[in-house]
Structure formats: structure tokens, C-alpha cells
């Protein structure tokens, strides 16, 4: 069989599979639900929005480690807006992506002061 341009090199399908993994460690390890059937391009939108999520709850004075429960236990937060939100069963990951972007957005909202 010849080489040809459009189809991926073993390097590269190798490489891919490496940095997706990684992704899915890092996201596991925020306690984020990740399918094995998100691709690479998906991981990668939920990890930046993860990602900017977070430092926008530092940015607001909130605390990952005190915001974020431990695997297994109820959130127990500061603000519950601090809270990263979790996958829902049959959601894909680019809604999943969407609503944390969306938590992160209701974060950085002026609040009007009573």
C-alpha cells in the first residue's frame, strides 16, 4: 500500500490517542465525566473550558480545593455558583462545554448591589 497525505501516520494516530488520554486524565481528575467516544478536538473544548471555569472562580476569590468535593461527596461550596457543573447522563460534550462556559459567564456578570 502507498503513503498517502490524507491518512494519518502511525506517529500521528499515536500521538493523538497520547494527548487524548492525557486529556482524559486531566479532566478525571477535576472529577469531569469523559466518554470514550469524545474525541480529541471535544476533550480539548471541555479541558479549555474547565480551564477558564476555574480561573474564573479564583478571579471571584473562590477557593478549588474548598468549592470542589472530593469524588463521591456533595459539593459543599462557598458560592454555589463555584461549583463546576457535572455531566449529565447521555450528555454530549459539547453541551457539556456550552454550560460550563455558561457557569463561567453568570461568574463574571456584574452583581447589583442591594
Do not use: C, Y
Given at each position: 500500500?502507498l503513503?498517502s497525505a490524507t491518512?494519518?501516520?502511525?506517529?500521528?494516530?499515536?500521538?493523538?490517542?497520547?494527548v487524548?488520554d492525557?486529556?482524559r486524565?486531566?479532566?478525571r481528575?477535576?472529577?469531569?465525566?469523559v466518554?470514550?467516544?469524545?474525541s480529541?478536538?471535544?476533550?480539548?473544548?471541555?479541558l479549555?473550558?474547565v480551564e477558564?471555569?476555574e480561573?474564573?472562580?479564583?478571579?471571584?476569590?473562590?477557593d478549588l480545593?474548598?468549592d470542589?468535593p472530593p469524588?463521591?461527596?456533595?459539593p459543599?461550596?462557598?458560592?454555589?455558583?463555584f461549583?463546576?457543573p457535572?455531566?449529565?447522563?447521555?450528555e454530549s460534550?459539547?453541551?457539556?462545554?456550552?454550560r460550563?462556559?455558561?457557569a463561567?459567564?453568570?461568574l463574571?456578570?456584574?452583581?447589583?448591589q442591594?
Amino acid at each position: 500500500m502507498l503513503w498517502s497525505a490524507t491518512q494519518p501516520t502511525e506517529r500521528a494516530v499515536a500521538e493523538r490517542s497520547r494527548v487524548a488520554d492525557e486529556f482524559r486524565a486531566r479532566l478525571r481528575a477535576r472529577s469531569v465525566t469523559v466518554h470514550i467516544n469524545d474525541s480529541l478536538e471535544e476533550l480539548g473544548v471541555i479541558l479549555d473550558a474547565v480551564e477558564e471555569f476555574e480561573l474564573a472562580v479564583q478571579a471571584h476569590g473562590g477557593d478549588l480545593m474548598v468549592d470542589e468535593p472530593p469524588p463521591g461527596h456533595p459539593p459543599e461550596p462557598d458560592n454555589p455558583d463555584f461549583v463546576l457543573p457535572t455531566r449529565h447522563s447521555g450528555e454530549s460534550a459539547t453541551w457539556l462545554a456550552t454550560r460550563i462556559q455558561q457557569a463561567k459567564h453568570k461568574l463574571q456578570r456584574p452583581r447589583l448591589q442591594h
